[in-house]
């Protein structure tokens, strides 16, 4: 097993054991259906790794069934994770976010109304908002069945980094979005976001289950991590790249356009993906530096014994 796949198993494992905890601390409820049905999807993933692992001996299913596991234990208790910390009720930051949006020169309506004024662009970014859970499993399927598991494996802990600073940072500075701040009128999705938003914090709401969940951190935005996260996903494939670093590019536009997120919130989620990348990059380093050190001292081994033989033949 790889160090990345390790962390990952790791930072999985602690997510889980946060969420369990969480929940029984602080009186809220998790239906054990919703819990039994994320344990069901997991072992018939399990059994059929299992499958083409041990009988077909498949490398590419198993890395692209291993990455679609950790995918679904993560995504769970990771939003799952987001509607506890929400019933911390930690005082909201959206002021100071208009305020730096304010002395970067940046007018949120402006940008709603400009999109607002062009239907058909408008169209195509609220749409493009809502791929990244459809290019997630288009990178997993690529990159497996490339036999990426590298890249793979690299994707998916610069995400898990990511979320997890994410959940501390809206732990301690929540964010409720531009609506109340420039009297944005929220859609249909936004509405339900914000119906379950202050529902938590004012503790109407106990159920903290994924199941029919609305993205609640704005703060940094996800979208732009994942987004981003995406494209660097295919960085050594440039075929790949170009369109989906385009793609994303139009996603990251679309948190502003769709007025869910201020632009400080879009800085903070590009930042949050550049640290990382830049975790990721020094574990695998470290990995790549053990494994030479490793091959070194074998070889170091191998010439001795070599010499030595030679040495009692003369």
Known sequence: MTRESKILNAGIVLLIAACAVLTFARGLEFPLLDVMRQVLIVAALGGALYYYGQVRKEEKFVICLSALIQLVAFTTAFTSLTYIVATFSAPLIDGHLAAADAALGFHLPSVVAWAKAHPAIDTMLRLAYMTLFVQTALVVIVLGFRSDRRQLQAFLLRLMIAAIIMLVIFGVAPAEGPFSAYGLDPDDSQQRYLEHFHALRSGERTNVSYVEAEGLITFPSFHTTWALLLALAFWHRRRLFVPFAVFNGLIVFSTLTTGWHYFSDVMAGSALAAVGVVVTSWIQGRETKGVSSRLA????????????????RT
Request: aromatic share 12%.
């Open 297 to 312: 001292m074998f070889r170091l081994g191998f010439d001795g014994l070599r010499a030595r033989l030679v040495r009692n």
